[in-house]
Structure formats: C-alpha cells, structure tokens
C-alpha cells in the first residue's frame, strides 16, 4: 500500500526495517500483544506500507482493532505526517541479512552470496541499501518515546526481555504479564510458518544466524567492512550484535 492512500490512526504502530531484519517476525509480537496471546486473525492483514507500488489495499485494513504498519523504506522516504506515535526499528546484522535473503532449501555458496551482494551495497527504492537503512533511523532524532530500536539477535536470544520492553513501549505490558506462554508460542518459528504457509508464505524463513560462515571469503569480508565503514562507529557495535 503507498503511503499516500493511508488514513494515519493516532495509535498506530509501524515496525520498520531493512527486508529480511525481522520485521515481520516483530510486527507479529506486536499483533500478539495487542490480541492478547490470542490466534491473530487470519483476516488481519500485512499491512505493508511502502512507496506507490501497484499493490492492493488489504481487505480489512480499516478494522477498528489497533494496526500494526509495517516499512522497509528509510526514515527520510516515509512521509513526515505519516509517521506513528510509535516506531519500532528492527536491526539484523548485514551478513545474516545477506544470507537470509535465501531460502532454507538453497544451497549457499561462495559465489551465490557474491551474485545476491549488490541487492544489499546499492541505493534501491525498497530500504535504500542495508547501512544506509540503519543509519536513517539510527540517526532521525526521534526521541525514545516515540522510536523503539530492537535488534534480531536481542529477539532471538532474550525473547522475553526484548518483548517485554516492546509491550511497555506500545502500553500493552498487561498483556504480556498475562499471556506471556501464548505469546510466545504464537511467536515460534514453526508456529509462523505452519500459521502463515497458506495466507503470506515468503513471511517466515527460520531464523537462522550464521548461515553465511561455511562460504565466507576475503572478497566478501572486504566488501561487508566496506559497507560497515559507512555506518559510525556506535550504529557498526549495533549493527555486530
């Protein structure tokens, strides 16, 4: 959906990030506080909202319950009366990233990772390149109460801490005080994937880290440091975790 046609709610919530970060894996935590550990409905859309493509308005996408929008635009490619009182940044390391752009049942090699790696390094309509889409926000001067930055490993490892600190952002601690289990089953990988594989099947790959580390060369190290270099030196440690 292009930004344009959006009808702004005062208690929207946007979950932005570069492709393959885990924004949908976030925007399905927030759904799940806000229906309380409950199925999100199948008829809740992915509210996916970008730049002019020629994509259809969801069906339901004016239900009366909160949205959740999602971007993988840059901070300065989304409209500034469009912006939610409440953003939640979600950052993947840029080789997991790379290497999660392809799905499980591909065999990765050296040379498929070097043919993907110009998705990533240049300037696109769709995030920008992967730095240039952490540094954007990183670096917008939001303020904490209205900019929540996450990283995908920080989902990853404490689960329970990071949504924790995303249901006290949006003001649903109570929800997850009280359906932290169904949370987090609803939040599981195997879940997403059995949940999603008929209605948004490209949603969910695995979670897996490192699966670039077999395949990795120097070639490929110097052209990530060249891209890391182009972050500051406090967005390249948030970027590393």
């Keep these: 959906m292009d930004w344009n046609k959006l009808s702004l709610r005062a208690d929207d919530i946007l979950v932005a990030g570069f492709p393959r970060s885990g924004t949908n894996w976030t925007q399905q935590v927030v759904n799940q506080l ?7 409905p199948t008829d809740v859309p992915n509210m996916w909202v970008d730049r002019d493509f020629d994509f259809p308005t969801p069906a339901n996408f004016d239900r ?3 949205r959740v929008l999602k971007t993988h635009l ?6 500034a009366d469009k912006l939610p009182n409440k953003i939640i ?5 840029w080789k ?8 499980v049942k591909v065999q990765l090699s050296e040379q498929v990772l070097m043919d993907r790696i110009p998705m990533f390094t240049a300037s696109n309509p769709l995030g920008g390149s992967t730095v240039e889409n952490v540094a954007s926000w990183r670096n ?3 303020d904490s109460n209205r900019l929540l930055f996450i990283h ?10 990071t949504t924790a600190a995303i249901a006290d952002f949006v003001g649903l601690r109570d929800s997850w005080d009280a359906n932290g289990a169904q ?3 609803h939040c599981a990988f195997a879940y997403m994937k059995e949940r999603w594989k008929t209605i948004f099947p490209p949603a969910v790959a695995q979670g897996i880290q490192n699966r670039w580390q077999p395949y990795w060369n120097d070639s490929l190290e110097g052209t990530y440091q060249t891209e890391l270099a182009k972050l500051n030196a406090q967005d390249q440690a948030w970027m590393e975790q």
């Design 183 to 185: 949370i987090r089953q």
């Design 152 to 161: 995908y490993s920080q989902l990853l490892n404490d689960f329970d801490n």
């Design 34 to 40: 806000i229906y309380g550990g409950q199925e999100t």
């Design 74 to 79: 840059k901070f300065a490619d989304v409209p």
């Design 64 to 66: 009366p319950e909160r």
């Design 140 to 142: 917008c001067g939001l």
């Design 89 to 93: 940044h979600v950052t993947r390391r």
């Design 96 to 103: 997991d990233v790379l290497a999660g752009s392809f799905g």
